[in-house]
């Protein structure tokens, strides 16, 4: 199965032993196998006990169920592989403490295997599932909605706040174009989203390692580059639900996730434009805020972010006023307005802030140095990686995708103080984590006021 424009064979990729890389790490891919075509779930039997299940412990929810499961059960009954399902309720479900809880209190102990038939929310607690269980997972793809097929991390809500947590790899991704390309058209625009994003956080993870030394693969960046290149390509199918394009979206964030798998971290697949979909998630179980799907808000965040570094390219470092701006910082002050804007979500937030190393001063100063001496080679990073912000809005604009938080019921007013909350989500260098330092926060903030 080589993917449409990069020649690279997925289940090849797969089947490489696992080795040592220049950058360091060993190397490897957790999923064994990605069938992408039609009619891959009268496959699924077997590979249940090619892969050594007796009886499976089946998630998903009452939309998911209605895409795939029938067939899944279809082909389990036709191969007599017993199993125990769960499913969850229509509503819009957060991976949070009460459904990772459901999951396991309805879960068989006499299976031996779990099978997650859905995406987003329901791969994420699978995953979780899978990793505590010590069981394989094989995953049946209802959408191609998101690059978390093929990672080993979940993306979870614990006490409000989104975070991600290590789990499960799938053994095995079963995706069916039958259903795919019959996913609901927003889910699929939500793919590309995600895949959008990598433009930001590649660029990001580069920044990062310039400027604190952070972990970098060149290896696992490649990857990722063919992943969106794939994507991007065959992007223009989306609309009639070619079903070369679906296969193409799908294959490209399943590779992705193998590159982060590889890396072993969600450096390389998310970056500030993922924040700003964690945080919009984050005001909407709170205070009942619109909110889209995971994807769509990463193409919208991957637009802001676009605008922020179009803007930061014609500023200049100025150390003494960056070293100015940091001594007149009252943190306190700004964690009182963190409370009003995210309401409980915001204490863990806070916490983790007040031990962070971009609170501290010598710590500050001596990143502020390096990205000084580093700047001509930060802004040839962001020229190398980054489209222009024309070229994506136009790309999301002509599939029908939102470009803009008003396009997703948000006001474009609070986008600047999103972007400012977004330093303080995890310790990822970032867009706004650079502004910060370089004294800029309010100046690439400000360029959130205009619409896009």
């Given at each position: 199965m080589k993917t449409e424009n990069t020649g690279i064979d997925l289940n090849e990729l797969m089947r490489r032993p696992p080795f040592r890389c220049a950058c360091g790490k060993i190397h490897r891919a957790h999923l064994k196998e990605a069938l992408i075509c039609e009619g891959?779930?009268?496959?699924?039997?077997?590979?249940?006990?090619?892969?050594?299940?007796?009886?499976?412990?089946?998630?998903?929810?009452?939309?998911?169920?209605?895409?795939?499961?029938?067939?899944?059960?279809?082909?389990?009954?036709?191969?007599?592989?017993?199993?125990?399902?769960?499913?969850?309720?229509?509503?819009?479900?957060?991976?949070?403490?009460?459904?990772i809880g459901s999951a396991f209190a309805h879960?068989?102990?006499?299976?031996?295997?779990?099978?997650?038939?859905?995406?987003?929310?329901?791969?994420?607690?699978?995953?979780?599932?899978?990793?505590?269980?010590?069981?394989?997972?094989?995953?049946?793809?209802t959408a191609p909605s998101m690059d978390g097929y093929a990672s080993s991390t979940s993306s979870i809500v614990r006490d409000g706040l989104k975070v991600s947590v290590d789990?499960?790899?799938?053994?095995?991704?079963?995706?069916?174009?039958?259903?795919?390309?019959?996913?609901?058209?927003?889910?699929?625009?939500?793919?590309?989203?995600?895949?959008?994003?990598k433009y930001i956080s590649v660029c990001e993870w580069r920044i990062g390692r310039i400027v604190t030394g952070e972990y970098y693969c060149e290896d696992v960046a490649a990857l990722i580059r063919a992943a969106l290149k794939t994507c991007v390509d065959n992007a223009g199918g989306i609309l009639t639900r070619d079903p070369a394009a679906v296969k193409a979206v799908t294959e490209g964030l399943i590779l992705s996730?193998?590159?982060?798998?590889?890396?072993?971290?969600?450096?390389?697949?998310?970056?500030?434009?993922?924040?700003?979909?964690?945080?919009?998630?984050m005001r909407a179980l709170e205070f009942g805020t619109p909110f889209d799907l995971h994807g769509i808000q990463c193409g919208v965040g991957t637009l802001c972010a676009l605008r922020g570094y179009e803007r930061l390219k014609t500023l200049l470092p100025d150390p003494v006023a960056a070293k100015a701006a940091f001594a007149a910082f009252d943190k306190e002050a700004w964690f009182s307005r963190l409370r009003g804007?995210?309401?409980?979500?915001?204490?863990?937030?806070?916490?983790?802030?007040?031990?962070?190393?971009?609170?501290?001063?010598?710590?500050?100063?001596?990143?502020?140095d390096r990205i000084c001496s580093h700047w001509n080679e930060i802004l040839a990073v962001i020229k190398e990686e980054l489209p222009p912000f024309a070229a994506v809005k136009t790309l999301l604009t002509e599939l029908g995708a939102p470009v803009n938080p008003a396009d997703m019921g948000l006001p474009n007013g609070e986008a600047p103080m999103v972007f400012k909350i977004t330093k303080d989500i995890r310790d990822k260098y970032i867009l706004s984590t650079l502004a910060w330092d370089l004294g800029l926060l309010d100046v690439i903030a400000a360029v959130f006021e205009e619409e896009n």
């Open positions: 891959a779930i009268g496959r699924l039997a077997s590979c249940v006990k090619k892969y050594g299940g007796t009886k499976v412990y089946i998630l998903a929810d009452e939309n998911t169920f209605a895409a795939a499961g029938q067939p899944v059960l279809n082909d389990l009954e036709k191969e007599n592989v017993p199993y125990t399902l769960h499913r969850f309720g229509k509503e819009r479900a957060e991976p949070d403490e009460k459904m879960f068989d102990h006499s299976c031996d295997m779990i099978l997650a038939v859905g995406s987003g929310v329901i791969n994420d607690v699978s995953k979780i599932v899978a990793k505590t269980t010590g069981h394989p997972l094989i995953t049946v793809a789990s499960a790899c799938p053994t095995v991704v079963i995706g069916d174009l039958a259903v795919l390309k019959n996913a609901p058209l927003q889910m699929i625009r939500a793919g590309l989203g995600d895949m959008l994003a996730g193998i590159a982060a798998d590889w890396a072993g971290v969600s450096r390389p697949v998310s970056g500030v434009e993922h924040y700003f979909s964690h945080i919009w998630d804007f995210l309401g409980k979500a915001a204490d863990p937030m806070i916490g983790g802030a007040k031990t962070a190393d971009r609170y501290d001063p010598e710590q500050h100063a001596a990143r502020l």
